[in-house]
């Protein structure tokens, strides 16, 4: 198998407070986090790691959370070096850190910039301070427009808003006023996904009252999107919104079942070799990972057997909205091309999938709508 593009993920994984719908790997440290000690360990992690990417050029670097805005303009720069220095980075390579509104002030945005960050991610969530102080968020929407506009002052002209919809007691309208809050602040992409009530969370276990039904939820979705694509914002993921030439290269990398290398608490990496593709993962817990990555004892790759590897490449490629080509099928899983319509035969009958005239297969209406069920027609032993 030919190797696909690379990419780095680092995960950063304190916040100040854990949102009650957040099931990411994250943890509460406050002022008590070891900074320091864990970027030694991501350092020696990735020292590691990289052999795995041998003379592999990356692509792009994300810097996740957790929220990695809590680490200052110096620490990022010195896992940044660090990186550049065990790694060959393209020289356009997209590095993208995450932060949130309230906590930029942990550094100007302007030595983010400096220390090589060129796109940054600004988990807004909404623009109602109402709906922000019941999904647990410790800023306002007068952060949220104070944040963008010093990354705009300092530089930064690749920015991501993230917007949720589908939020407790929120209507139509009201989810269209954040997006059309969200654009007047001109991002170059918007991430506006569903809240899910995902097991392990506060609000799984005890769901907040005024959640939209089925139908509701249904039509905020539908009504936004012709309100983003009035504005020029070209949907190419289930969530994923951007201007022209302003996609998110690392996620785009996910979705195409490219191979991605990760450091960190938690952190789940991929990489294709002539024998296969492998996987590996890291200790959830940050103290435990920092004890483990210091002793040498990080996790071997494991093989990924040929149907879950085909399952896992439909997992992600069924999210675009263009789907995917039978050529990138076939490299990305080692497969033969011919094979697809045989397994695209019981999607394709139920009408959740097409072939197109460019061999290009992508998801119906119907198979975006429900997209889960799309999904599960390609799960090992279902064909």
Request: charged content about 25%; overall charge negative; hydrophobic content about 40%.
């Amino acid at each position: 198998m030919n190797a696909p593009p690379l990419s780095l993920y680092a995960h950063l994984p304190w916040c100040v407070r854990k949102c009650p719908y957040c099931d990411f790997n994250s943890h509460t440290a406050g002022e008590d986090a070891p900074r320091q000690r864990y970027l030694d360990a991501l350092l020696l992690d990735l020292e590691r790691a990289a052999d795995d990417a041998g003379d592999r050029t990356v692509e792009t670097v994300f810097l996740g959370g957790g929220t990695p805005s809590l680490f200052t303009p110096e620490e990022i720069a010195r896992l940044l070096a660090g990186i550049s220095e065990r790694l060959s980075l393209a020289a356009n390579a997209e590095i993208t850190m995450e932060a949130n509104p309230g906590t930029v002030e942990c550094g100007d945005p302007a030595g983010y910039r400096e220390a090589g960050v060129n796109r940054l991610s600004i988990g807004a969530q909404s623009f109602s301070d109402e709906h922000l102080e019941r999904l647990g968020r410790i800023h306002t929407s007068a952060d949220i427009r104070r944040a963008v506009g010093e990354t705009r002052a300092a530089g930064f002209d690749n920015i991501n808003l993230d917007l949720m919809h589908g939020l407790p007691g929120q209507d139509v309208g009201a989810a269209l006023e954040d997006l059309r809050s969200a654009m007047e602040l001109g991002p170059a992409h918007i991430s506006w996904y569903q809240l899910t009530l995902e097991p392990n969370t506060v609000f799984f276990a005890r769901p907040p009252a005024g959640m939209p039904d089925e139908d509701a939820a249904y039509s905020i979705q539908d009504q936004g999107q012709v309100l983003l694509a009035s504005q020029g914002f070209v949907q190419y993921e289930v969530s994923a919104y951007a201007r022209a030439d302003k996609m998110c290269r690392h996620n785009r990398n996910y979705w195409e079942f490219g191979d991605y290398l990760a450091i960190g608490a938690g952190a789940h990496g991929k990489i294709t070799r002539s024998d296969g593709v492998f996987r590996y993962v890291r200790p959830a817990n940050p103290l435990q990972y920092m004890k483990t990555v210091e002793a040498g004892e990080c996790g071997e790759l494991q093989p990924v057997g040929t149907e879950e590897v085909v399952f896992e490449f439909m997992l992600n490629a069924l999210r675009l909205v263009n789907g995917f080509s039978e050529r990138l099928f076939s490299e990305r899983t080692g497969r033969d091309s011919a094979e697809i319509e045989r397994m695209m035969g019981p999607a394709t009958e139920k009408g959740l999938i097409r072939r197109d005239d460019d061999a290009c297969w992508r998801p119906t209406a119907l198979g975006r709508r429900f997209l889960n069920d799309l999904q599960a027609e390609f799960l090992p032993g279902q064909r």
